[in-house]
Each structure stands twice: as C-alpha cells, then as structure tokens.
C-alpha cells in the first residue's frame, strides 16, 4: 500500500461515527437536491409558462439552462476542492444553491427565471461529485459499499421522485414551491456540513488548465444542449443544432489533442491508467442510460394508452422508488461477503427483464403488473449502482479521486441526457412510420373491415368510422414503437454483463 493510500485509510479508520453521520446527511441532502431539481420542475412548466406569457421553445431554456450550468462545472468541482479547500466549497455550493433556489422562486420575468437556474446548476455541480469523495474518505474501505448505497438514495431517488413531488407542489401549492422546498433540505445540509467535515488542507498554488477546462465546457454545453432542443428543432434539419454538434466535436477534438499533448492538462490522464476506474466509466455511461428513460417514456404511456390521470400515473410508478431502495439496502450489505461483480450481474439481469417484459405490454396492461415490473426494475437497478461505484474507485490512488467523482458524476449525467434524446426520437419517428406501414393495410379488401363488428366501427364510408379507425391505428403505432423502445433498453442493459466482467475484484483486507 501506497503512503498516499495509507493515510487515506488510516484518515477514514479514525474518523468519529458522530462525524461519519454528519458527513452523510450532508452529502445526502446535498446531492438529493441537486438530482431533485433535475426533474422537478418538468411537471411545473406549463404553470410557468403560463406566469411569464412564454412559447414552448422560450420555456425549455428553463429545464435547458439548469442542465447545462451543472454539467459545465462538474469537472471543475476538483480543481476547485484543491484550490479553497472541500469543506469551503461544499458549504458555499450549499448556500448558492439555497440562495438560488429562492431566486427562481422570485424571479418575475423569463430571463430572470433563466439566470437564476444557471446560477442554481453552477452552484449544484460540485455537490455531487464531492459528496463521493467525502463518503470514500470518511469510510474505511470495507464500508465503502454500505456508505455508497445509503448516500445513492439522492442520487437515483431525487429524479424518481422530482415528477410526483413536482405536481403535487404545483397543483397545491404553486409553482414557486418546487424551488422554496429546497431552503429547509439545505438548512439542514448546511448544518451537518458546518459540523461534521473536516477540513483539509487547500493547495492555494493549485493551477488551472483554462484552456483544457474551457474546451471541455464548451463541448459540453453544446451537446447537452444539442440533445435537449435536439427533438424540438427537428435534429439536423436545423442549423441550430447542426451549429451545436460542429461546435461540440470540434471542442472534443482540441480536448483530446491538448489532454496527450499538454504538461498538465485539466483531464488528469493518471486516472485512465487504471483499468477499473477505465472500464467503471464505461459502465457508469451505460447505466445512465438506463437510468432515465423509462421515467421519460412511461408517464406518456400510462396517459396516453392506458388513460390514468397524472396524479394516477404518478402512484403508479412511485413503488419503483421502493425496489431502489431495497435494492441499494441489499447491495451495500452483501458487498461485504460477495463477490461485487456478481451482484451487478444480478442487478442488470433483473433489470434486462423488466425491459424485454415491458415490451410485451398491450394498451390493456394491468396496473399490478405495471407496479410490479418496476419494483423489480428499480431493484436492479439498486443492486449495480453501489457495487459499479466500489468497484470503479478500489484501485485508484486517493489523490485522483476527486477529479476522478468530477468525471464519473459527469458521464452519467450525458449517458442519462443522450438516453433521453434517443429513446424520445425514436418513439416519434416509430410512430411515424408504423402509421405509415399500418395504413397501407387499411383497403377495401381488408376481411377484418368487412365482417363482425369491425365493419360497423371502422366504416370506411363514414367520418365517424373513419375517425375511430384512424385513432386506432395511431394508437397501435405508438404501442410498437413504445414496445421497440423497450427492446432497445434490455439489450443495452444485458450488453453491459460482458464488460462488467472486466472490473478486478478489490483487493482482499489486510489480515
């Protein structure tokens, strides 16, 4: 064991248990907020729109500009630890983001609105990231799997639950609220911050690669923002978009050039040298997009097929919150007396499931198999996320590890971002042509339209006959394009297994 690594250890092994309690409800709240305002505010936007008189194109920045400003400044949240010290910028993210928060509840125009949430995400970005690396320094490494699956719950819940509270505040509260309820979850985050970190010497000297930095900002401000007006913009036959992906592989090219050809880049290239850490970013992009997208694509299919109400489909789907938690509760239990690529294995299997099961559903689908699907699903889920974190950080040397969270954190955000945009796309283009091959069917000479009750319901030669059938055929569209969607997420999930394999196993204690 490396000097480094041993005092790391000998650090964690002698923090206090009050300490370690502190550090956690801090890096909980911290980070349940930042992944709450995710996907809180979807549900609100309508109810915003409708305050500040906005277009539907105009009100999409709101969700838009978040995204973005967080993802920007995810990888500076190292850098930034180093140069003032972690509990400095912990606490001071805290507070802007609080502070924000109230901002956005305030704001009386869009443009304030927009500010105000790019002035939220760039306060939230370093919360996540250094939440991971307080939890890996604060535990011994033999609890890092329980301590990462407790602290998980914000990180996988805050989107779950975002859509539900959301509505729920909106409709009785207004919408202002979905940004006010932040100022007592971040009271208490404060708090526990202020007494239980410990500080850590700051590098005062720490440099910044600006133009390392700049170019990774840049990149990733266009793609984030390619892929969240990507659909709405019609992708490539806008310039807009076309300007958007130029702008984004030309900063990806210059990145890569200046991380190999740089003394000090702002990528540390240490951290790739280490296969775990190589793979387990891989992985962590993988997973993320698995993540988000049956949150994206099953309240449509609850409302528009199955025909729940919002508040319905959000009862509906809220149980897969429970199979998370079980999930993650199970997971940092048996990391100890399992092997930790063998629960992950189990976890994408189980989740693989849910997806070749969900595209088996017809538009009468009962509501228990619905709940039960997710549970399962989310208990998967649950059973990868811990045992993937151990694993992607076992081997890598302490000192990377707070650039290393910055990276990990920001590739599932994309591989969450990118899921979404192709998941959507694919729904609207299947739909299209679905319809497309299903209307050729509808003739004349159709035996199902001429004989029983079809005939009568689906007359062709009348409009309201004509009608009926032409929303039947939509709806079947939609339905096999729902079910394609469903396919493509089990196979990403179980193409996963064959590279989860290449994960070592952590080293065995010492004694």
């Not at 930790?340 to 294995?345: A, H, Q």
């Not at 709806?475 to 070592?504: H, W």
């Amino acid at each position: 064991m490396s000097a480094a690594a041993g005092g790391a250890a000998a650090s964690a092994s002698a923090t206090p248990e009050t300490s370690r309690g502190l550090v956690m409800v801090a890096a909980v709240l911290g980070t349940g907020m930042v992944a709450l305002d995710m996907t809180i505010g979807a549900v609100a936007l309508p109810h915003i729109r409708g305050t500040f008189s906005a277009t539907k194109d105009q009100i999409g920045w709101v969700l838009t500009s978040y995204i973005v400003a967080t993802a920007v400044m995810i990888p500076a949240s190292g850098w930034l630890a180093n140069r003032f010290g972690r509990k400095e910028v912990y606490i001071a993210a805290l507070l802007g983001f609080t502070g924000a928060s109230v901002l956005c509840g305030l704001a009386q125009t869009l443009p304030q609105e927009v500010a105000f949430r790019v002035l939220q995400g760039m306060c939230g970005a370093p919360l996540v990231p250094l939440a991971q690396t307080m939890i890996l320094d604060a535990y011994p490494t033999d609890k890092h799997g329980h301590a990462i699956s407790i602290w998980g719950f914000g990180v996988v819940l805050g989107p779950i639950l975002g859509p539900t509270l959301g509505g729920y505040l909106t409709e009785n509260l207004g919408w202002p609220w979905i940004f006010y309820i932040n100022v007592p979850i971040g009271a208490v985050a404060i708090t526990a911050a202020v007494v239980g970190l410990g500080r850590r010497a700051a590098r005062p000297r720490a440099k910044l690669d600006l133009p390392g930095f700049l170019l990774l900002a840049v990149g990733i401000a266009a793609v984030q923002t390619m892929l969240d007006r990507g659909e709405r913009q019609d992708w490539f036959e806008s310039p807009e978009i076309t300007v958007y992906a130029v702008v984004a592989g030309l900063a990806g090219y210059l990145l890569a050039v200046h991380t190999f050809t740089a003394r000090e880049s702002f990528i540390n290239k240490e951290m790739f040298k280490d296969r775990n850490f190589t793979v387990g970013v891989i992985l962590i992009f993988a997973f993320g997009f698995i993540l988000l997208p049956p949150f994206a694509l099953l309240p449509p299919f609850l409302q528009d097929l199955r025909g729940y109400q919002v508040s319905e489909a959000g009862l509906i789907l809220s149980p897969r919150s429970i199979g998370v938690m079980a999930g993650m509760t199970l997971s940092g239990r048996l990391l100890a007396r399992l092997e930790p690529r063998l629960i992950m294995v189990t976890g994408l299997l189980l989740t693989g499931w849910a997806g070749w099961d969900m595209a088996g559903w017809t538009a009468d689908v009962g509501t228990e198999a619905i709940i039960w699907n997710g549970v399962v699903q989310g208990f998967g889920m649950g059973l990868v996320y811990s045992p993937l974190f151990t694993l992607t950080f076992v081997t890598l040397k302490p000192e990377l590890r707070g650039e290393a969270t910055g990276i990990f954190q920001l590739l599932r955000n994309v591989g969450s971002s990118v899921a979404v945009a192709v998941f959507l796309t694919l729904l609207v283009r299947n739909t299209t042509v679905n319809r497309a091959n299903l209307v050729n069917s509808v003739t004349d000479y159709n035996e199902a339209l001429q004989s029983g009750y079809l005939s009568a319901l689906w007359n062709l030669n009348t409009l309201e006959g004509l009608a009926a059938l032409d929303a039947a055929v939509t709806r079947q569209a939609e339905l096999i394009a729902y079910s394609n969607d469903f396919y493509l997420l089990c196979f990403v999930t179980l193409g996963m297994i064959p590279l989860a394999l290449f994960l070592k196993r952590p080293p065995a204690p010492d004694g």
